[in-house]
């Protein structure tokens, strides 16, 4: 039988979150991934996993390297997935993510394709910002979740989900004749891919600006210093793409977009500097940590198989915008449906459960189990109410008192996860996983992390109800309005 | 290296009899151990359950995933180490002692002459087999 078992050649793993059946089949039995990946095939999966330009400084490293999305990736380093999340953390983590997919796109179609693509408003972002977008369908699932740059005034650059490139080229493809006015240039159109080209570094933690700071020759990190801001830098003597963005809830946080034959000195001097390289197995904790979704698992298809709404996951609110301004784009109507769900729910109104069912919500386990992916979820009356969509247990520090500065010297564990649960459910209510045939306690929680006040960072609140306003996860928000008010 | 006196399955559980109760002890590898990184969890049996040849006796979770133990004998557990679930560092310190997992009564005093030896199990994990598997 054909199975990699990726942690442990042999052992059939519990775990739920790698493959779906379809792949399994495809595949011939083989778990794949052990990082919960895409729910859908790529051409990719079927074929030999490609390298990205550091995957030697991975090696030599000693990292355990895995297949993700279709690429040879580290999984973790010798130190561990537990010790790369708590250095993320305290001090600064450094992450290859030159696999996820690169687009350009220029040109005068530029900007009305990637509004009528994309759900994010792309006529907001001035040079020098960016924004969490979502590519959606038209019944208000999502295609990919996305993010999108504008370093120059010329270039929209998208940077989405490894394992969705070629499906999300397929879409945009296949919209393409319904949009008058785009010029095709590359594949057809008005993009280039520049995944191979470029590749992508992402510092995060507490530390990151200082060692970035520090190893600039000219230039300048982004001004003013928060979140979504952009800006150009030259480092020893390497002209590098600065952005304040990332996928791990840390306030401080940068991506870093080199030409790929710079990569590798790039990656040198950062691990010289002191911070440490991370795998995706950290990668997947923190996002999780920081309540923020995963393609896959809070977005794509349900453990049902049935299209997960956008809206379902709040922090997707950010990445949506009903404006005039914005205008149609391709799910526009059934978001809309969505938000009024939404905002109805939000207020105790839940008459229009039919847009929005379940909604992505934190949970912390409180009996002895840890919940994963597929877990059944119970109510207190015992009614089936969802599923954990993502689920682990994670590491943290111990911190005294107000200031973050203090203490960070003892650690601790908990299971947490993400789960899809009833409209009707919210903060403070009781659940029950089934793990293994067994039930564990478990409550529904505003979120699991918190950005320590840190510029830069601003929850977004959803202003339903103007006196319970809830904060986004740990400084990921997006944006600082309300979507629907842009 | 692995001890010569243990026994093994191709799911990386070592099985051992030991002499003065003639019960088989039961554990995972230095090998699995150091697969599954961070060890976060481990549920074991109880003591008086009966467990069947490669079924599961119980989980051990990694920050990533939880995969089964599977029982290289048949028969009834009698203890259960309690102190590896309590102290989950054991299992990649000391794989092949105080991280045992459970003592078995097997039902068959032949029990382990179908497990590989400590050899054996050195090439196996070296070989495709194990990757394949």
Same mark, same amino acid.
């Given at each position: ?57 991975? @090696? ?249 709404? @956008? ?82 247990? @994670? ?26 649960? !009833? ?64 | ?82 102190? @590896? ?8 310190? !000391? ?39």
């Amino acid at each position: 039988m054909p199975a990699v078992g990726i942690f442990v050649c042999g052992r059939r793993r519990r775990s739920y979150n790698a493959v779906t059946s379809a792949e399994r089949t495809l595949t011939g039995g083989r778990r794949a991934a052990i990082l919960p990946c895409n729910r859908r095939i790529t051409d990719r999966s079927m074929m030999e996993p490609r390298k990205t330009v550091l995957h030697d400084r991975h @090696v030599a490293l000693g990292a355990r390297m895995v297949e993700f999305g279709g690429w040879r990736m580290p999984l973790q380093y010798p130190s561990g997935i537990v010790q790369e999340h708590l250095a993320t953390r305290r001090s600064a983590g450094l992450f290859d993510v030159s696999h996820m997919g690169r687009f350009a796109f220029r040109g005068p179609g530029a900007l009305g394709f990637l509004q009528h693509v994309l759900t994010n408003d792309a006529a907001r972002l001035a040079v020098g910002e960016a924004q969490y977008t979502i590519a959606a369908h038209a019944e208000g699932g999502a295609v990919d979740d996305a993010y999108l740059y504008r370093f120059d005034a010329e270039e929209y650059l998208l940077v989405v989900n490894a394992a969705n490139r070629r499906k999300d080229l397929d879409h945009f493809q296949a919209v393409l004749p319904d949009f008058a006015g785009v010029e095709p240039v590359q594949y057809g159109s008005v993009w280039t891919d520049r995944s191979d080209e470029q590749a992508m570094l992402s510092l995060q933690g507490p530390l990151s600006g200082q060692i970035l700071a520090g190893l600039i020759d000219s230039g300048r990190l982004p001004e003013p210093p928060q979140r979504n801001r952009l800006s150009t830098a030259t480092i020893r003597g390497r002209r590098v793409r600065v952005a304040r963005t990332g996928y791990t809830g840390e306030p401080l946080c940068f991506e870093l977009f080199a030409p790929a034959e710079e990569a590798a000195a790039l990656w040198d001097l950062l691990v010289e500097a002191g911070v440490s390289p991370v795998g995706l197995g950290a990668r997947d904790t923190l996002r999780l940590e920081a309540n923020l979704p995963l393609y896959g698992h809070e977005l794509g298809a349900d453990p049902d198989g049935r299209d997960i709404p @956008v809206l379902a996951s709040p922090s997707a609110a950010g990445a949506v915008s009903l404006s005039p301004r914005k205008g149609d784009f391709i799910g526009r109507g059934a978001l809309g449906r969505q938000h009024e769900a939404f905002k109805k729910i939000a207020c105790g109104d839940f008459s229009s459960l039919d847009d929005l069912p379940r909604i992505v919500r934190p949970v912390a386990v409180t009996g002895k189990a840890i919940a994963r992916a597929g877990d059944r979820v119970f109510g207190a009356d015992g009614r089936h109410v969802g599923y954990v969509t993502s689920g682990t247990m @994670v590491p943290y520090w111990k911190i005294e008192g107000e200031s973050t500065d203090a203490g960070r010297n003892e650690t601790g564990m908990r299971p947490i996860g993400l789960a899809l649960l !009833d409209g009707r459910l919210g903060e403070g209510d009781d659940l029950s996983i089934e793990v293994r045939g067994r039930r564990a306690g478990a409550v529904v929680v505003s979120r699991h992390l918190r950005s320590e006040g840190t510029r830069g960072t601003r929850p977004v609140g959803h202003g339903f109800c103007a006196d319970e306003e809830t904060p986004l996860s740990a400084g990921e928000s997006p944006h600082t309005g309300p979507y629907w008010a842009r | 290296m692995v001890p010569k006196d243990l026994r093994f399955t191709k799911t990386h559980e070592w099985a051992k009899v030991e002499e003065t109760s003639n019960l088989v002890v039961v554990g995972i590898s230095d090998f699995a151990a150091g697969q599954l990184g961070d060890i976060v969890y481990v549920e074991l049996p109880e003591a008086g359950q009966t467990v069947a040849l490669e079924d599961a006796f119980g989980v051990i979770e990694s920050v990533k995933a939880a995969v089964e133990l599977y029982s290289p004998v048949s028969g009834e557990v009698v203890e259960v180490n309690q102190a @590896v679930a309590d102290d989950l560092d054991l299992v990649s310190k !000391d794989p092949y002692g105080g991280a045992w997992m459970i003592k078995v009564r097997a039902d068959d005093s032949g029990a382990l002459d179908g497990l590989m030896t400590a050899a054996d199990y050195e090439a196996y994990v070296k070989s495709a087999e194990c990757e394949q598997e």
